[in-house]
C-alpha cells in the first residue's frame, strides 16, 4: 500500500514540474501569437508566483482540515483547469487569468505532498520526490518542442500536459482510500486535532521565523544561480551564449542528478549532515567564481552550486516534522515554501539592478552573503530545535 501511494506521489511531483519551465522555454513564440512586449512573461510568472505563495500560507489550515489526499485531488483538478484555459486562449488576458489557480493549485501540491512524505517516508524518499520534479521541469519543455516541431501550436501541448493532469487527478479520486488509511498515524500524534493553528501563533512558535528565513536565503541562492550564471558566465568569463547555455543545464543536470545520488546517502548521513556536506560544495563553487582563474574553472564553479544544493532543499523539508513536530509540520511547511518563493521571486531579480547599476562581478559575492546568511541561520536554529 505504501510503495502504491509512493509511486503515486512522484507521478503527482512528476506532474508538478511540468508546468513550471514552460513559459521560459516558449515565450518567444507565445509573445508573437499574443503580440505582447518581451517582459510580459514576468507578469506571468509574479501572478503564478503569488497564487502559489497565498496558497502555501493558508494550506496547513487546508490539510488539518481535509487531509492530505483531498486537498491533493483538488489542487490537481485546480492545475488541470488552469492548464486547459491555457490551451483554449490566444489572448494574454486570459492567460493571467489562468494563471492565478495554475499558481495556487502548485502551491498546495507542493506543501501537501512534502509534508506527507516527511512525516511517512525516510529522507531518500525526500531526495528522490524533487528529483522527480527536475523530470517533470525536463519533460516539459520536451513536449512542447516535439509538438511545436510538428507544426503543432502551443496550445495544443498545454492541452496535452492538461490532459495527463486530469487524468492524475482522477487516478487520485481512486487513491482516496489509501491517503485515509496512512493519515491517521499522523493525527494520533498531534496535540489537539481539532485545534487551528493561525498564522499569527505560528510565528509566535520558536525558531519559525529562522526556518523561513532559511528557505528565503536558500531560494535566493538556487534561483539567482539558475537566472544570472548564464549571464556571468558569458559577459564576465567570455563564454558564448550557446556553451553558457549548456553550462546553466549542467547546472540543473548535476542538481537532478545530485537528488537522485543523495538518497542513497542518507542510510549513512542525516539530514543536517547533508545539508552541511551541500552547502559545503555550494561555498566551493562560489570561491571559484571568486578567484582569478581560467575561464573552465568558473563553469566548474556553476556546476557545483548545483550540485550543492541538490541534498539541502529536500533535507530542509525532510527535517522540518523532527524540528517543530508532526502535529505543527504542516502548518510550518505552507509558510516555510511561501518563504521559499517569496525569496526566489524577489531577490533574484533584484541581483538584476545590481548587475546593472555595478557590475555582473558581484554575482559570486551576492551568492556567498546569502550562503552565510543560511549558515548562521542554521547554527542558530539547531541550537533552537
Same mark, same amino acid.
Given at each position: 500500500?505504501?510503495?502504491?501511494?509512493?509511486?503515486?506521489?512522484?507521478?503527482?511531483? +512528476?506532474?508538478?514540474?511540468? &508546468?513550471?519551465?514552460?513559459?521560459?522555454? @516558449?515565450?518567444?513564440?507565445?509573445?508573437?501569437?499574443?503580440?505582447?512586449?518581451?517582459?510580459?512573461?514576468?507578469?506571468?510568472?509574479? $501572478?503564478?508566483?503569488? *497564487?502559489?505563495?497565498?496558497?502555501?500560507?493558508?494550506?496547513?489550515?487546508?490539510?488539518?482540515?481535509?487531509?492530505?489526499?483531498?486537498?491533493?485531488?483538488?489542487?490537481?483538478?485546480?492545475?488541470?483547469?488552469?492548464?486547459?484555459?491555457?490551451?483554449?486562449?490566444?489572448?494574454?488576458?486570459?492567460?493571467?487569468?489562468?494563471?492565478?489557480?495554475?499558481?495556487?493549485?502548485? !502551491?498546495?501540491?507542493?506543501?501537501?505532498?512534502?509534508?506527507?512524505?516527511?512525516?511517512?517516508?525516510?529522507?531518500?524518499?525526500?531526495?528522490?520526490?524533487?528529483?522527480?520534479?527536475?523530470?517533470?521541469?525536463?519533460?516539459?519543455?520536451?513536449?512542447?518542442?516535439?509538438?511545436?516541431?510538428?507544426?503543432?501550436?502551443?496550445?495544443?501541448?498545454?492541452?496535452?500536459?492538461?490532459?495527463?493532469?486530469?487524468?492524475?487527478?482522477?487516478?487520485?479520486?481512486?487513491?482516496?482510500?489509501?491517503?485515509? %488509511?496512512?493519515?491517521?498515524?499522523?493525527?494520533?500524534?498531534? =496535540?489537539?486535532?481539532?485545534?487551528?493553528?493561525?498564522? %499569527?501563533?505560528?510565528?509566535?512558535?520558536? !525558531? =519559525?521565523?529562522?526556518? +523561513?528565513?532559511?528557505?528565503?536565503?536558500?531560494?535566493?541562492?538556487?534561483?539567482? /544561480?539558475?537566472?544570472?550564471? *548564464?549571464?556571468?558566465? =558569458?559577459? %564576465?568569463?567570455?563564454?558564448?551564449?550557446?556553451?553558457?547555455?549548456?553550462?546553466?543545464?549542467?547546472?540543473?543536470?548535476?542538481?537532478?542528478?545530485?537528488?537522485?545520488?543523495?538518497?542513497?546517502?542518507?542510510?549513512?548521513?542525516?539530514?543536517?549532515?547533508?545539508?552541511?556536506?551541500?552547502?559545503?560544495?555550494?561555498?566551493?563553487?562560489?570561491?571559484?567564481? +571568486?578567484?582569478?582563474? &581560467?575561464? /573552465?574553472?568558473?563553469?566548474? *564553479?556553476?556546476?557545483? $552550486?548545483?550540485?550543492?544544493?541538490? &541534498?539541502?532543499?529536500?533535507?530542509?523539508?525532510?527535517?522540518?516534522?523532527?524540528?517543530?513536530?508532526?502535529?505543527?509540520?504542516?502548518? =510550518?511547511?505552507?509558510?516555510?515554501?511561501?518563504?521559499?518563493?517569496?525569496?526566489?521571486?524577489?531577490? &533574484?531579480?533584484?541581483?538584476?539592478?545590481?548587475?546593472?547599476?555595478?557590475?555582473?562581478?558581484?554575482?559570486?559575492?551576492?551568492?556567498?552573503?546569502?550562503?552565510?546568511? @543560511?549558515?548562521?541561520?542554521? +547554527?542558530?536554529?539547531? %541550537?533552537?530545535?
Amino acid at each position: 500500500m505504501t510503495i502504491l501511494l509512493l509511486i503515486l506521489i512522484y507521478v503527482a511531483f +512528476i506532474s508538478l514540474g511540468l &508546468p513550471d519551465t514552460l513559459i521560459g522555454a @516558449i515565450w518567444p513564440a507565445m509573445q508573437t501569437d499574443l503580440n505582447v512586449p518581451l517582459m510580459a512573461a514576468g507578469g506571468l510568472s509574479v $501572478i503564478t508566483s503569488l *497564487g502559489t505563495i497565498f496558497s502555501s500560507l493558508f494550506s496547513g489550515r487546508l490539510i488539518h482540515s481535509f487531509r492530505t489526499g483531498k486537498v491533493l485531488v483538488f489542487s490537481v483538478f485546480l492545475t488541470a483547469f488552469a492548464l486547459f484555459g491555457f490551451s483554449r486562449t490566444d489572448s494574454f488576458e486570459m492567460l493571467c487569468f489562468f494563471a492565478i489557480p495554475l499558481g495556487v493549485g502548485a !502551491g498546495a501540491v507542493d506543501v501537501a505532498l512534502n509534508n506527507f512524505v516527511a512525516i511517512h517516508y525516510k529522507a531518500k524518499h525526500m531526495n528522490w520526490l524533487h528529483s522527480f520534479w527536475g523530470i517533470g521541469a525536463t519533460l516539459g519543455p520536451m513536449i512542447m518542442a516535439l509538438i511545436m516541431g510538428q507544426n503543432g501550436s502551443w496550445q495544443k501541448g498545454y492541452f496535452i500536459i492538461a490532459t495527463f493532469q486530469f487524468v492524475l487527478a482522477f487516478i487520485l479520486i481512486f487513491s482516496l482510500p489509501l491517503w485515509r %488509511k496512512l493519515e491517521p498515524v499522523a493525527e494520533k500524534n498531534e =496535540v489537539d486535532p481539532k485545534t487551528k493553528m493561525s498564522l %499569527k501563533r505560528l510565528f509566535q512558535v520558536r !525558531g =519559525v521565523s529562522l526556518s +523561513i528565513l532559511l528557505f528565503v536565503g536558500y531560494a535566493t541562492l538556487e534561483v539567482t /544561480t539558475g537566472l544570472w550564471s *548564464g549571464t556571468y558566465l =558569458v559577459k %564576465k568569463t567570455g563564454f558564448t551564449p550557446e556553451d553558457a547555455a549548456w553550462g546553466v543545464s549542467l547546472m540543473f543536470a548535476f542538481m537532478t542528478f545530485g537528488r537522485f545520488f543523495s538518497g542513497f546517502l542518507t542510510a549513512k548521513f542525516s539530514n543536517r549532515q547533508m545539508i552541511r556536506l551541500g552547502l559545503s560544495i555550494v561555498c566551493l563553487g562560489a570561491f571559484l567564481l +571568486i578567484l582569478p582563474l &581560467p575561464s /573552465t574553472f568558473d563553469l566548474i *564553479g556553476v556546476i557545483c $552550486i548545483g550540485l550543492g544544493c541538490a &541534498p539541502v532543499y529536500p533535507a530542509m523539508l525532510h527535517e522540518t516534522p523532527k524540528r517543530f513536530g508532526i502535529d505543527l509540520s504542516k502548518h =510550518v511547511f505552507g509558510v516555510q515554501m511561501a518563504g521559499f518563493y517569496i525569496g526566489a521571486l524577489c531577490l &533574484p531579480p533584484a541581483f538584476g539592478i545590481i548587475a546593472d547599476v555595478l557590475s555582473i562581478a558581484y554575482f559570486p559575492y551576492f551568492l556567498m552573503l546569502f550562503w552565510v546568511i @543560511i549558515i548562521y541561520g542554521f +547554527i542558530r536554529l539547531d %541550537k533552537i530545535t
